[in-house]
């Protein structure tokens, strides 16, 4: 029997590249190896962005289409919808029983993202409590495997945490410990050079962009600003184009060569952008070639189909758990 | 059109005199006024017993025994288990989104109950947040009135709270604020004297005692230490025997003689507690012929009935609540 492996992905935009390096390329891969649960949280997404609901609601019929047009297949990837599997919010409610307020304090994960909000005094509940609704996610679903980077971490310990408890308190072994599936995918750079690639600095190449929208970003990229003529040494670190080479070039060596040649000088950015254009461009090709053969009613219904296998699946775990609970009445 | 009530119960062990004066007594006259909707709290109970879920799980059928038992008529009051209404929990998980942590703190009824628990730095995240659940209960049912002791408002304002937070923001009025119906019904002491009769104190007498055992338990009551002789004047404060006649006997005139004539000396124990106990008997006499008739089939009938009354309510509640935010995709 193959491995269960949970994953997903808020959903408060369309996906770009840096989803695709980080994550997205890898799961193509995974659903021949693994049972692959891709959830789309929006009641997760919820939790920080429940002031602008249709940044999610509107985001998920996109993230879907990405799914497809990447190479997810339904037939091996079960891709479903959080807020339509309602046995995740049951479950949440017994789980926060065996969580203290403290221990959430302390999730350095939360922690940081709570900083980074500069929600200060006004934190939301939701969001405070949402490792226990993602603890809800993954053990729903009785996965083994949760891809994360290190500073998910946490994340995994307190749902790990949480299964402990619970099969010691009531007395079961119906919910499973999950291990971490470490990636180490370095983030993508935004085309800016700033930070990572993300929709609210403008600054990502979109799966869905056009070839012109692409080569237009490819073009605007930001290289080295001391290198101003062609035979000029030039700099490889911070350089946007060469972040890009190294993340989708097929060939390392050339990639390699070409930051040794753009160093001593005698490479112009024209060149590695033409370069970086038609790497995309080729990657690119057969994502569009997905979607443009996609209609709304073909994800809609691949989109039902995979929230109805989660539903089912969840609610075999909420069944095992109302019984270990003897919450189970007629 | 009938105005909705919604009350409840806590189902930690069987109902009590007690619970018959301070609610139970007033919802048989409230269901002929009333669209009453009466809640067994599994769900609420578990957040603070969840290391016992058998207290709970096991009370529940012992508390809609009873509430058959004191005349609760199904056709009129809608009887169900809160656990078997799963809208209420994800009601409860957009509902977290709109209090802060903050708030939850300040709420004076589970700061008095975290202290009273000890809970100190241990508060169950669950615990803590019961008053979202709370407010997912009284909004499910589009409950106008909800019967409550003033120790209870501040649950009710953190309700409306979210409703008008909930009806700002999604731009909807799908949400309606309640009222408290405010009960005057002064808590009953225990037989003992001590505190308020409860089942951790043994101190109750229970609607479903036999006659032996309620008699017994009138005869041991505490009254006045010092009035050794009938001819001895006697202290009515602090006499449990007169603090259950002035709940249970209808003629207030007759007990306020009996007083008297205690006060100034010449009434003994034995003939006050005859007359209570003929009081208690007869006043139990219809609830133990009602508890008689009754089969566990029925019971279970009863409140699979009521649940899915309740659960058919909620999920409409729901289905508005999902359309303010937009999640709904199918």
């Known amino acids: 029997m193959k491995k269960i492996i949970l994953t997903g992905d808020r959903p408060s935009g369309k996906l770009h590249l840096g989803h695709y390096v980080g994550s997205l390329a890898n799961r193509v891969k995974l659903q021949d190896e693994y049972e692959q649960y891709v959830m789309i949280a929006d ?58 307020l403290g221990r959430l304090e302390r999730n350095p994960t939360v922690k940081l993202e709570i900083k980074q909000k500069g929600y200060d005094d006004s934190i939301p509940a939701g969001f405070f409590c949402y490792p226990v609704s993602q603890a809800a996610d993954i053990t729903a679903f009785q996965a083994e495997l949760v891809p994360v980077g290190d500073d998910q971490l946490p994340m995994l310990e307190q749902t790990n945490e949480i299964v402990r408890r619970f099969n010691r308190i009531y007395n079961t072994d119906c919910l499973k410990e ?29 799966l869905s962009d ?33 972040a890009y080479l190294d993340a989708f070039h097929e060939n390392k060596e050339e990639v390699a060569e070409l930051k ?48 109805a296998k989660a539903a089912k699946r969840a609610n075999q775990t909420l069944t095992q758990v109302r019984e270990a609970l003897g919450v189970k009445y007629f």
């Open 178 to 206: 999950c291990k971490p599936y470490l990636s180490h995918a370095s983030r993508l750079v935004g085309i800016d050079g700033k930070a990572k690639a993300s929709k609210s600095l403008n600054n990502a190449i979109y």
């Open 43 to 100: 009641v997760q997404a919820l939790t920080d962005n429940f002031e602008n609901p249709l940044k999610i609601t509107e985001s998920v019929f996109e993230v879907a289409c990405d799914y497809i047009a990447v190479g997810l297949d339904p037939a091996k990837t079960t891709m479903f919808i959080q807020s339509q599997v309602p046995a995740l919010t049951e479950l949440t409610t017994y789980y926060m029983n065996l969580v203290t």
């Open 210 to 242: 056009s070839p012109e929208e692409v080569r237009q970003k490819v073009f605007s990229m930001f290289t080295d600003p001391d290198h101003l003529k062609v035979s000029d040494p030039g700099k490889v670190e911070g350089n946007v184009v060469f």
């Open 260 to 307: 040794a040649h753009y160093q001593r000088g005698g490479l112009g950015d024209v060149t590695i952008k033409k370069l970086l254009n038609e790497t995309l461009q080729t990657m690119l090709a057969p994502i569009r070639e997905r979607r443009a053969a996609l209609n709304k009613e073909k994800i809609l219904e691949m989109l039902r189909d995979g929230t």
